[in-house]
């Protein structure tokens, strides 16, 4: 094992791990960590994981990263080119396995706000964010798993203000009720934790990373977690992983440029910019 990873590059391999051989993923717009998960599985342990970013682009071998997953640059080895209308479309027949979603605001049942803060003070919003172009996709992928490259109390909050993608709703049952038949949020991943849901779906921590302290963790969620620590600790990066990443991957460097330091001491995880 090897310590020296930023923290991009962490939430990458975990996010990687979760993936499974067959399955069809889709990704946002402003995914790099997701994208790069996706493209690592594929090296690795998920050869037929099939990848289609927003712009339709299938199975794309750029031989490095691009910030955007609707960069055009994408395109050239691809496997197939499709639309958006194409995208929509196999997401109402039920064939999208794996949706990843990041937030402005996570709250604890995994309900995702992407739309705007601050709207208690009235109808404009303090902070106005990019929004979804479907927002089905949260309702009909087979599974979501949630990321985010901040975690503070105001990413991680109890209640969403805007409910743009439904993940749990208000826990326990309240998902099913509505009529909504995928398992939704099952996982989070963040530069601090790894997040799963318990039985009332509510979020909880399954691991913390390395160097990174539980009453760290306490004091940047904005909600209460359900278990108590001592929690267990996120198995790191393999050297493997890390190769595979670094030269099949990420061949320039951009997970590299996201985070200012390495992963290795506490102040590491809340420095990566959002």
Same mark, same amino acid.
């Given at each position: ?29 402003? /995914? ?17 994981? @099939?990848?289609?970013?927003p712009s339709g682009v299938v199975n794309p071998r750029p031989g490095r990263l691009y910030r955007s997953a609707s960069d055009g640059r994408w395109v050239p080895g691809a496997e197939a080119i499709? /639309? ?15 949706? &990843?979603?990041?937030?402005? *605001? ?19 919003? =303090? ?5 979804? =172009?479907?927002?089905? &996709? ?8 949630? &990321?985010? !490259? ?5 990413? &991680?909050?109890? *209640? ?13 049952? !309240? ?26 779906? /509510?979020?909880?921590?399954? !691991?913390?990373? !390395?160097?990174?302290?539980?009453? *760290? ?38 997970l590299r440029a996201q985070s200012r330091i390495p992963v290795r001491g506490s102040s590491a995880a @809340?420095?990566?910019?959002?």
């Open positions: 094992m090897t310590t020296d990873y930023t923290s991009a590059e962490l939430m990458t391999v975990l996010l990687a791990r979760e993936l499974c051989n067959g399955e069809l993923a889709v990704t946002g717009a402003s /995914s790099l960590v997701p994208v790069a998960a996706c493209l690592l599985a594929q090296q690795t342990h998920a050869p037929d994981l @099939t990848l289609i970013l499709g /639309s958006g209308y194409d995208l929509f479309e196999m997401s109402e027949n039920g064939r999208l396995d794996v949706m &990843f979603y990041g937030g402005i *605001q996570i709250d604890r049942h995994g309900n995702i706000n992407l739309t705007a803060t601050g709207l208690e003070h009235g109808p404009k919003p =303090a902070f106005r964010g990019p929004g979804l =172009a479907n927002t089905s &996709f949260a309702v009909v992928s087979g599974r979501i798993i949630l &990321f985010s !490259s901040t975690h503070t109390p105001r990413t &991680f909050v109890d *209640q969403v203000e805007y409910l743009t993608a439904a993940g749990h709703l208000q826990g326990g049952t !309240s998902r099913a009720d509505a009529g909504i038949t995928t398992a939704g949020p099952v996982l989070c991943i963040t530069p601090l934790v790894t997040f799963d849901f318990d039985e009332e779906h /509510s979020m909880r921590v399954r !691991s913390v990373h !390395s160097d990174v302290s539980d009453e *760290q963790v306490i004091a940047q969620t904005g909600f209460e977690l359900p278990t108590r620590p001592p929690w267990p600790r996120t198995p790191p990066p393999s050297t493997a992983e890390l190769h595979a990443l670094r030269h099949l991957v990420d061949t320039t460097g951009e @809340t420095t990566s910019p959002r």
